[in-house]
Structures are given as C-alpha cells and as structure tokens.
C-alpha cells in the first residue's frame, strides 16, 4: 500500500480561491479585513511563518499590518504595541506569532488580546468559548488538520483519533474540536508521559503526530490504512524534520507530509478566520 497524500499546499490554494471572491464581495460593502502579526526576536522559522502569511494576505486580499520587535523588546514595550493594534479599526484581527522570548510572558500577553480581534484563537477568552463550545476564533492547526481530513474524505464520525503532543497550538486544543458533536471522533491525548505510545497509535485510524521529536511515529506502530498527519515541527543540521518517519507512506492509507501538509493549512486557516470574522461583523 502507498498512502494518497494529503496535499496541504494544493488544499490551500483551493481555499484561498473560495475566499478571494468573499473578500471581494465585503470590499464591494467598503470593508477591508486587516491582519496584524507581532513577531519579536530573530528566530528564522518564525520569520518565514510571518512572511509566508503576508504573502497570503495579499494573494486573497486581506490588508496586511506587521509589527516585528527586536529580540530584546521588554513586557512594556510589546503590550504597548498590542494595546496599539486594539484601537487600530484597521487591524480586524490579528496574532502574536509564539513562540515568544523565554523572558516575555506569553499567557499576559495572550490575555491582552480582545475576542473579537484574536485571528487564531489561542486567547484565554477563545479557548474558554471553545471548551464551552460557544462562537469564537478557533486555534488554525487543529481547524487545518479537520478540513484536510474533511476535504479528503477521511471519515472522522466516530473515527479512534491519537494525537500525539499536548503543546497549546495543536495537541490541547485539537481534541476540542475532534470531539464536537459536529466530528464526533474518539481522541486519546498522548505526551511524554504515556505508558506504551506504540498500542495508543496502533489503535488509531487517524494519527496526529505533534510532539516535535523528528521520527518519533515509526512504520511498526501504524494500523495499516490509518491517516497519519505529521505535524511535528524540529530542526536536524537546519533542516524542517517531522515526527513521522520514513517508511510510514508505505502503510497507511493517507498521509500529510511534512513539509507541504498541516503547515500551509495552519496559513490558510488563518486567513479563513479573518474572512470569516469581518463577515460576522458585517452582518
Ligand atoms: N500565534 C501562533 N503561533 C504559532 C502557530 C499558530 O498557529 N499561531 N503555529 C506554529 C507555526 N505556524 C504558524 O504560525 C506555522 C507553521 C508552519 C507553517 C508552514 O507553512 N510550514 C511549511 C514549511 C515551512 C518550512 O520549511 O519551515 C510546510 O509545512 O510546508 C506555517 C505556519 C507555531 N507558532
């Protein structure tokens, strides 16, 4: 068996040709959404995260408004730029690019950002309004992951879901989702302190692999046929590894690679968000 790939990057640009026309139709009522990004420090995969996602603002039409702060930028000086993108009325949502300096307070800074302009739901109000299943800005990875799925017909209605890492942009979050009424899968949340990873993953028909440990999902551990998405995101000699290794192509029956998986979904759920959330507004 050699598994069909998921192709993220293709899926992507389908997605962004569904909301070129939507941006259209809100410019035509004299809206333009505007993504704000805050970037502080010098970490390359960060850089190119933040620039892939302005080149993406433009390809659909969404304005763009970059913040990008030295490595050095105190507590002070980035909550004054936040409080700076709150009262922007051009900035209709935006995101503060994680992770942030060791010597920055990610939660404090979280907190400062309003619902109503939080583009990829990581606040404290949007994950309190996801575990309550209430309206809100959902986290991009986990909402990349579903539509992948979705977009390939892989079944996720009573489907056994293992994911694999418990960091805030996907594994905490992705569970929520899977288990809505509206995907009605069956999660089970794995992380360093799992017993026997192997039996966990060798149940599952769908696998989500985002613990950051580059091959960390070998070929003996996945049912055959099952859909294994590799989110993991490390570094080995300066390049992007995945926590799949190699091999696993051969047994399951979908497969999204990485790179050109999960990564261009997270972009393109961004910018749905932002669509969606300036629709709402709009009325
Ligand atoms: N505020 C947020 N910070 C972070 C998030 C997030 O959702 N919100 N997720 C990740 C990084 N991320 C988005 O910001 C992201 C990761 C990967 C990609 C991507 O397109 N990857 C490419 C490969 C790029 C490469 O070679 O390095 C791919 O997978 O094909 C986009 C966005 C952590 N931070």
Request: with cysteine.
């Amino acid at each position: 068996m050699t598994a069909t790939i998921l192709d993220g990057k293709a899926t992507k640009d389908a997605i962004f040709a569904e909301l070129t026309p939507r941006v259209a139709a809100l410019a035509e009522r004299g809206i333009t959404p505007g993504l704000g990004t805050v970037l502080v420090g010098d970490d390359p995969g960060s850089h190119s995260y933040v620039k892939a996602k302005h080149a993406d603002s433009a390809k659909v039409g969404v304005t763009s408004i970059r913040r990008d702060l030295p490595e050095n930028t105190t507590q002070a000086e980035l909550e004054k730029v936040i409080d700076e993108l709150n009262a922007d009325p051009a900035c209709t949502g935006y995101i503060v690019q994680l992770p942030l300096p060791s010597h920055l307070d990610e939660n404090a800074i979280l907190e400062r950002i309003p619902p109503e302009k939080d583009a990829d739901g990581l606040a404290p109000i949007s994950l309190g309004r996801l575990v309550l299943g209430k309206q809100g800005a959902l986290p991009c990875t986990p909402l990349g992951v579903i539509e992948l799925l979705r977009r390939y017909d892989v079944p996720l209605k009573g489907a056994n879901v293992t994911v694999v890492g418990r960091g805030i942009t996907v594994g905490r979050t992705i569970g929520l989702l899977l288990t809505r009424r509206s995907e009605n899968a069956t999660v089970t949340l794995c992380h360093t302190g799992t017993r026997d990873l192997a039996s966990e993953v060798a149940r599952a028909d769908i696998v989500v692999a985002a613990a950051g440990s580059p091959g960390l999902i070998t070929p003996e551990m996945v049912k055959p046929g099952a859909a294994v998405l590799d989110v993991g995101v490390s570094r080995v000699d300066g390049k992007l590894a995945g926590d799949v290794a190699p091999g696993v192509e051969e047994v399951a029956g979908h497969l999204s690679p990485n790179p050109g998986g999960v990564g261009p979904m997270t972009r393109a759920m961004l910018i749905s968000n932002v669509v969606e959330a300036a629709e709402r507004a709009a009325g």
